[in-house]
């Protein structure tokens, strides 16, 4: 089992950046696939990007390709989203999520992520 917290929300105007952590308790935080969704009011949680268990390989929603990356260190049980170029549409409460199934490719659903943290709003003013 793992337990997450993540930090490095706030407000930030258009066009700047943010880095979020998600820092993880357990030893055994090299063995999830590590992922970053957000949810702004009104609507569906929507998957941003995700990162294998060694760090090697990311994926990234449509909607932050190019702009977000994501990196983790093992060594430090931390997970991050460099956010640069942010819009308006960025704002959302953004969660990290760990999935045990390190042997399945990168997931973009939910349900596949059994660990959740409790969330860090980002805003983005224009």
């Known amino acids: 089992q793992v337990q997450l917290v993540e930090s490095g929300g706030g407000l930030v105007q258009a066009g700047g950046s943010l880095r979020l952590s998600c820092a993880a308790s357990?030893?055994?935080?090299?063995?999830?696939?590590m992922g970053w969704f957000r949810q702004a009011p009104g609507k569906e949680r929507e998957f941003v990007a995700g990162?294998?268990?060694?760090?090697?390989?990311?994926y990234y929603g449509d909607s932050v390709k190019g702009r977000f990356s994501i990196s983790r260190d093992n060594a430090k049980n931390t997970v991050y989203l460099q956010m640069n170029s942010l819009k308006p549409e960025d704002t959302a409460v953004y969660y990290c999520?760990?999935?045990?199934?390190?042997?399945?490719?990168?997931?973009?659903?939910?349900?596949?992520?059994?660990?959740w943290g409790q969330g860090t709003q980002v805003t983005v003013s224009s």
């Open positions: 357990g030893r055994t935080f090299s063995s999830y696939t």
């Open positions: 999520a760990a999935d045990p199934k390190f042997f399945l490719p990168i997931a973009t659903i939910m349900e596949r992520y059994e660990y």
């Open positions: 990162i294998s268990r060694s760090g090697a390989g990311t």
